[in-house]
């Protein structure tokens, strides 16, 4: 005959609600390619001054044409897109400024620039304090960012 004791009867509950929980957690990430879980906010994962580390468009790598910008976003929503570019001896600097926010239920990163050539929305497909994955909305462009 088995006897099942109160000290058994809690641990397996334990272990059946921490099994559960974990199954969860993994099942459910925010974006498309993770992470699952972050103890920062997505304002604080947001907030860094990123650069281009690899770009796509419609998965040809198209990093050569993008690795010259820095975006910078604060806390506040304050943003800044940077340029250098090169051609021949003479370098050209593009700047603008303007704000960031998260759309669509915090799935959407949305830029509102000055230049307004530079406002974009894009689809967040991965956000870690390291990096950010973002895809064009309604577009084909792919950009993998880094802090700078």
Known sequence: MLFITPTMRNTTITLLLAFTGTIALSSCSKYEDGPAISLRSKTERLSNNWQVEKAYDNGSDVTSSFDQYRLEMLSGGSAALAALYSIGDLNFEFETTGTWELVNSNED????????????????????????WVREKGGSLELHLEPA
Do not use: G
């Open 109 to 132: 990163l949305r830029l509102d620039l000055e230049n307004d050539a530079a406002d974009r929305t894009y689809e967040i497909l991965r956000l870690k304090e390291d990096e950010l």
